[in-house]
């Protein structure tokens, strides 16, 4: 597998956040989110075996796992690595873009799918689908560059009824929109949906990495 990063800290985001959580951060994503945080990750990286990277989660020693990227699910290895980890007693998550089918993945695997709303330019690469297969577990995350956006996003919350059977997260493009804008069109709508900030670039300056 081709892996960008591997390291130990608290979950940044989602539903999780706060927790801490070894972050494995595969290399490559066929998607150019506008508001993408970690282009990084799109070229480079090293070639790990999959009992190298479980090795090496192992020894960071937090009970709970981040399969991210780039884009994880283009790595052919993925599931076979999530079960892995799953064998070890962790708990392991996935962030995706929802582009890729999930499910190859273990079923015990959370699913966290970034629905790309219309700021992003890579919406039409949605496999709707997808969000049928999402549990109590899971989430659905939108992330927000401007109210438009916001606005699509809850017509997909409203049409797919997604609070009914998952978790939902609205969250600001940091440093494009503001949170507390947000959090007063979330109470003005009655949006089913929690608001999910990136902590870890409140912690450290935002352009931090390995943290």
Do not use: N
């Amino acid at each position: 597998m081709r892996i960008t990063e591997i390291y130990a800290s608290v979950q940044g985001e989602t539903q999780y956040a706060g927790l801490p959580c070894t972050l494995v951060r595969t290399t490559g994503c066929d998607l150019r989110c506008t508001y993408c945080d970690s282009a990084f990750a799109f070229h480079g990286g090293r070639d790990m075996t999959v009992g190298e990277i479980v090795d090496e989660v192992v020894r960071l020693g937090t009970p709970l796992v981040l399969l991210t990227g780039g884009e994880p699910m283009l790595q052919r290895e993925m599931p076979a690595l999530a079960s892995r980890l799953l064998a070890q007693g962790l708990r392991v998550m996935i962030e995706t873009s929802g582009a890729h089918p999930l499910h190859t993945l273990p079923a015990a695997v959370a699913r966290i799918v970034d629905v790309k709303t219309p700021s992003s330019g890579e919406g039409h690469r949605m496999a709707w689908t997808v969000l049928d297969e999402l549990g109590p577990r899971d989430a659905v995350k939108f992330v927000l560059g401007d109210e438009d956006d916001y606005r699509w996003a809850v017509e997909v919350i409203r049409a797919r009824r997604l609070a009914d059977r998952t978790e939902v997260l609205l969250s600001p493009v940091h440093g494009k929109l503001d949170p507390r804008e947000l959090v007063s069109w979330i109470l003005r709508d009655r949006v089913p949906a929690r608001l999910s900030v990136q902590i870890h670039k409140y912690i450290w300056p935002p352009e931090t990495r390995g943290v």
